[in-house]
């Protein structure tokens, strides 16, 4: 093992401690680890026997849920442990029933691994298409541990592929297999020698399909819509915010505008609210409130817009104007044409969804106008998009139980 990789853990172990004393999210970071040794000495049963799951952030949790899920139908036996590297990903999921116990991941020191793996005994380790800990993956190789990649994908950008990359391209000799997403990813890691390798697709597919055999009912979206058209706009930025406000304001036309921004800390929700001039109401403000009175609607709470993508005829995902968009698959599995900015390159549903025609990328608030006339106005259009989005979204579901189906084995 690299020692500069072992003196470059150590130090941001102790710049990370620094920056918490001003960043809420690194606090969260460095006080979520100092409790872990507490939460598995309190929660790990050692009379059973343990399955361990490792997602980085909420994103990769998403990918993993369907593979929990067929894991416990199949492992009864099995206990499961999560554990996630970011506070956006543990702080939402936490609780989540799927996991007999969830804490933050340890740093990847020598120390760390030791006691951790000691202390779970993992009988399988599955870490969620990315991280690749080389301390982890060495220790657990070494305790022949079956150790697997699942949605795992590939590009030449990442550091594998890189002349510096060398510690990371070692630890890939420490997966016993590989599930990844396209073909591309295979080809990469046959290149590197490695062909214990499956293209399973993504699992993400599996997990967005399961929403519709899930009770999305909503009340008060349902007053709020009253059948008419309507555009529901998700995980919106800023400038997502200000191209789609002028839209909303100048619009004539009977539809429904539901907005679920990114931010929802107070500041940013009542910039949001002011710059629209139409009927808002916000999630917090509606009971008691006629929810079919109202334009626009503000959902400044979280943990609700995949129900609500139910509702929606038009989808705008955000994130595009900014650092890259969010999820396009959920409003796509309920069917509906899909916009977003231009910054979408490195999300490969998105591209490939941009490709067979169902998602469509603006870059400009003037494109993003011209498309919003076009699918609002055009019902032919709008119905085509949409039976391209379900359908993709059908074509590339299964990852699953390629996976599962290898594992049993």
């Known amino acids: 093992m690299s020692f500069l990789y072992h003196i470059i853990v150590f130090k941001v172990s102790v710049l990370l401690r620094v920056i918490a004393l001003f960043n809420d999210k690194i606090r969260l970071f460095v006080k979520g680890r100092d409790v872990v040794w507490e939460t598995l000495e309190n929660g790990i049963d050692e009379s059973f026997e343990y399955v361990w799951f490792h997602a980085a952030s909420l994103g990769e949790f998403e990918q993993g849920v369907p593979v929990m899920k067929k894991y416990r139908a199949h492992y009864p036996g099995h206990k499961i442990l999560l554990t996630f590297f970011s506070p956006s990903g543990y702080e939402v999921r936490k609780e989540t029933p799927l996991a007999d116990v969830v804490c933050y991941l340890p740093l990847d020191t020598p120390a760390n691994v030791k006691r951790f793996l000691q202390k779970v005994k993992p ?6 298409k990315y991280e690749y800990w080389p301390n982890y993956l060495k220790e657990l190789k070494q305790k022949s541990v079956p150790t697997y990649i699942i949605s795992g994908i590939f590009s030449q950008r990442q550091v594998f592929f890189k002349w510096y990359g060398g510690v990371y391209r070692k630890c890939l000799d420490d997966i016993t297999h590989f599930f990844v997403q396209d073909l591309t990813s295979k080809a990469l890691l046959n290149q590197l020698g490695k062909h214990n390798v499956d293209v399973s697709g993504d699992t993400r597919f599996d997990r967005v ?7 999305n009912r909503l009340g008060f979206v349902e007053e709020f819509v009253e059948d008419k058209l309507t555009v529901v706009i998700g995980s919106s930025w800023p400038k997502d ?3 789609l406000m002028s839209y909303i304001n100048a619009c004539e036309k009977p539809i429904k505008w539901i907005i679920a921004p990114h931010n ?3 500041d940013q929700i009542e910039q949001l609210h002011s710059s629209c001039s139409k009927d808002v109401i916000l999630f917090s403000q509606k ?19 995949t129900k609500i993508y139910s509702y929606g005829t ?3 995902v955000g994130g595009g104007f900014e650092n890259g968009i969010h999820n396009v698959l959920e409003p796509a599995t309920f069917g509906m044409p899909v916009l977003i900015g231009p910054k979408f390159q490195k999300f490969k549903e998105a591209v490939d969804l941009v490709e067979v025609g169902g998602c469509v990328s603006v870059s400009s608030e003037n494109e993003l106008h011209q498309w919003l006339d076009k699918l609002i106005d055009d019902a032919v259009l709008r119905n085509e998009k949409s039976t391209l989005s379900q359908n993709f979204v059908k074509k590339h579901a299964g990852a699953t139980n390629i996976i599962m189906q290898s594992i049993r084995k």
């Open 241 to 243: 915010e200000e191209y």
């Open 264 to 266: 929802i800390k107070p």
């Open 123 to 128: 009988v399988k380790a599955f870490f969620i």
């Open 209 to 215: 399909l399961e929403i519709l055999e899930a009770d």
């Open 314 to 316: 038009i989808a705008y």
């Open 287 to 305: 009971e008691g409130k006629k929810m079919s009175g109202y334009d626009v609607f503000i959902v400044d709470t979280i943990g609700l817009l």
